[in-house]
């Protein structure tokens, strides 16, 4: 739930979890992390919904940032391996790696859009 702390204009939420059956898999901040940005599956947690749209596209971006680094980290790792040009194979791995950022980036742009508006 989304609370406001009227002394700070802070708003605060309250970590809820995804559970399937009855197991807990995810936090909303654990996701974000993860570079979870989509807000379909976002909304899956009980305060995305009370979060102001703001406030949703903050961690929208937030995500966005953590996804790429974890991509731009995941590309450096398999670009830096011993005898790289041995390992032909790698060169697909950076491929799907950079379509992915590719992918991301054309994510994050339809998502200003929809979120600039009103």
């Known amino acids: 739930m989304a609370t406001i702390d009227s002394n700070e204009g802070v708003e605060q ?19 974000i992390e993860l570079g979870e940005y989509d807000p379909g599956y976002l909304s899956q947690f009980d305060e995305w919904v009370q979060l102001s749209r703001h406030s949703q596209f903050e961690l929208i971006r937030k995500a966005i940032e953590n996804r790429l680094k974890q991509l731009i980290g995941q590309y450096a790792e398999i670009n830096n391996v011993l005898d790289f040009s041995k390992k032909p194979h790698l060169q697909e791995a950076l491929k799907n790696i950079d379509d992915q950022r590719r992918r991301v980036l054309e994510d994050k742009e339809k998502l200003y859009l929809e979120y600039s508006k009103i």
Request: charge should be positive; hydrophobic fraction near 45%; aromatic fraction near 0%.
């Open 13 to 31: 939420v309250k970590a809820s979890k995804l559970v399937v059956g009855h197991s807990t898999i995810l936090s909303l901040n654990k996701a």
